[in-house]
């Protein structure tokens, strides 16, 4: 699992602030992104579980992306596939 902070915006666009007396438009707003790598078997209760802990019911809430990775191989031991997950 990779927590990064990251700036972006979806349908809640971006917002204006003031400095310095001068108004700027502030596109991207700070975001949570969350990468998480489990087993086919664990995928519908990972997604379940950040959809149960994340939603709001407020636009921002977010997205969860499901997509395939090809292969795993765990430097260290060299293990391959779900055993190096």
């Known amino acids: 699992m990779t927590v990064s902070e990251v700036k972006g915006f979806g349908r ?43 939603k709001t019911g407020k636009i921002g809430d977010g997205k969860v992306f499901v997509s395939k990775v090809e292969e795993a191989v765990r430097i260290r031991t060299e293990e391959k596939g779900e055993a190096a997950v």
């Open 12 to 54: 809640q666009k971006g917002h204006t602030e003031i400095y310095r007396g001068s108004e700027y438009t502030v596109d991207f707003l700070p975001k949570i992104k969350i990468e998480v790598v489990v087993g086919d078997q664990q995928m519908d209760n990972a997604v379940a579980a950040i959809i149960k802990s994340a």
